[in-house]
């Protein structure tokens, strides 16, 4: 995964950041400023290079054998 380490003083915590197959593409500016957030607020995020859909756009236009 891609690291992204806290900026805080000290690591609150360590948390998965799911971009989404939709998301990394069509919101990568949002995704990218929420990893400065999380990183900002004290959060090491951790973000998966390849990560799977989540079947989040089959799921939103009723097609559920294609959402996991």
């Known amino acids: 995964p891609?690291?992204?380490?806290?900026?805080a003083v000290?690591?609150?915590?360590?948390?998965?950041?799911?971009?989404?197959?939709?998301g990394q593409v069509t919101f990568d500016q949002v995704n990218r400023k929420a990893v400065?957030?999380?990183?900002?607020?004290?959060?090491e995020a951790l973000v998966l290079r390849a990560e799977r859909c989540g079947g989040a756009i089959h799921?939103?236009?009723?097609?559920?054998?294609?959402?996991m």
């Open 2 to 7: 891609e690291r992204t380490p806290a900026r």
């Open 10 to 22: 000290a690591t609150k915590m360590r948390v998965a950041f799911f971009q989404g197959c939709v």
């Open 36 to 43: 400065e957030l999380l990183s900002a607020l004290g959060a």
């Open 59 to 67: 799921h939103h236009n009723a097609e559920e054998h294609g959402a």
